[in-house]
């Protein structure tokens, strides 16, 4: 599986983008997939993360209730839609995928990463 995800860019606190990622290879639909991010200085940390299915999806606390992962399995891609975005969400953006398994918010529980991409809010 190949990843690469997309959408990025500066924002004002307060606004929305939405992020998405696409994937290449057959078994996508089967992967669980989770978005993670890294800010400049600090280790990644989980953001959100959603099964094969698309029925359970599982969030940081610091961005639920803001966030919102989906999947749409026929296109290859999954979405991280974010919302009320603040200035410490600043961040590079990364998406994952794990051929076997829930999701996990250890970045080691993950097989395929894709690029990143950059996300800044401004105060």
């Known amino acids: 599986v190949q990843l690469q995800a997309f959408g990025g860019g500066l924002v004002q606190a307060g606004g929305s983008l939405r992020l998405s990622c696409a994937a290449s290879?057959?078994?996508?639909?089967?992967?669980?997939m989770g978005w993670f991010r890294q800010a400049p200085e600090k280790e990644r940390e989980f953001v959100g993360g959603?099964?094969?299915?698309?029925?359970?999806?599982y969030y940081a606390d610091s961005v639920k209730g803001r966030f919102t992962i989906s999947r749409d399995n026929a296109r290859n891609t999954v979405f991280l839609q974010m919302n009320s975005l603040k200035p410490e969400d600043t961040a590079v953006y990364y998406c994952?995928?794990?051929?076997?398994?829930?999701?996990?918010?250890?970045?080691?529980?993950?097989?395929?990463w894709g690029q990143g991409t950059e996300v800044t809010v401004s105060s």
């Open positions: 994952a995928a794990r051929n076997i398994g829930a999701v996990v918010t250890r970045t080691t529980g993950y097989d395929y």
């Open positions: 290879g057959r078994t996508f639909s089967m992967c669980t």
């Open positions: 959603i099964s094969w299915s698309g029925s359970g999806t």
